[in-house]
T-cell receptor, first 114, second 113 residues
């Protein structure tokens, strides 16, 4: 069965510091991987996705993630945090080859302080 | 429309009442999902519609929950005899088959009192 684990339900960083949000997945077939962001009282917005090809994926707002098959990971990073990055971040996985039901991790709430 | 539209944005209902939640997907999107987001529970898959195929209802938590999608467009999620544990934000998403990534609506916050 496929599953997603996000390490750390809350992460706090200083403005300008590196952001690292961790995501590990379990999948018996090649995964498609996603990061979504949710700002307060809003829906989910796609940050980036990995399907095939280059394992380093760049997304919106300066975020990127690297698919590491050997580590079954898809960690999200941003070199320098902005106050506006404060939100909840969700990692998700879907099947490849089948229909694409998204299975989400529990989410990580990112706080950015001055 | 430009995005996925959900209505109402907020709904307060009494325990035992039925509620209907509506989702207008992006025009032309063949796939439509419903998810539930409860405090501390993350995002829970409810149901998936893909074109004219039979929907995947495997995530519906009980037979009080049902959903339909008319004409391959608008979808309605119905919860009968609501319970307090049904309180959550219900999110709808739509997309194109094979795009592997979906556009979410802002959700309907359901509160059962």
């Amino acid at each position: 069965a496929q599953s997603v684990t996000q390490l750390g339900s809350h992460v706090s960083v200083s403005e300008g510091a590196l952001v690292l949000l961790r995501c590990n997945y379990s999948s018996s077939v090649p995964p498609y991987l996603f990061w979504y962001v949710q700002y307060p009282n809003q829906g989910l917005q796609l940050l980036l996705k990995y399907t095939t090809g280059a394992t380093l994926v760049k997304g919106i707002n300066g975020f990127e993630a690297e698919f590491k098959k050997s580590e079954t990971s898809f960690h999200l990073t941003k070199p320098s945090a902005h106050m506006s990055d404060a939100a909840e971040y969700f990692c998700a996985v879907s099947f490849s080859g089948g229909y694409n039901k998204l299975i989400f991790g529990a989410g990580t709430r990112l706080a950015v302080h001055p | 429309g430009a995005g996925v539209s959900q209505s109402p944005s907020n709904k307060v209902t009494e325990k035992g009442k039925d509620v209907e939640l509506r989702c207008d997907p992006i025009s032309g999107h063949t796939a439509l999902y419903w998810y539930r987001q409860s405090l501390g529970q993350g995002l829970e898959f409810l149901i998936y519609f893909q074109g004219n195929s039979a929907p995947d209802k495997s995530g519906l938590p009980s037979d009080r929950f049902s959903a339909e999608r008319t004409g391959g467009s608008v979808s309605t999620l119905t919860i009968q005899r609501t319970q307090q544990e049904d309180s959550a934000v219900y999110l709808c998403a739509s997309g194109l088959t094979g795009s592997y990534g979906y556009t979410f609506g802002s959700g309907t916050r359901l509160t059962v009192v």
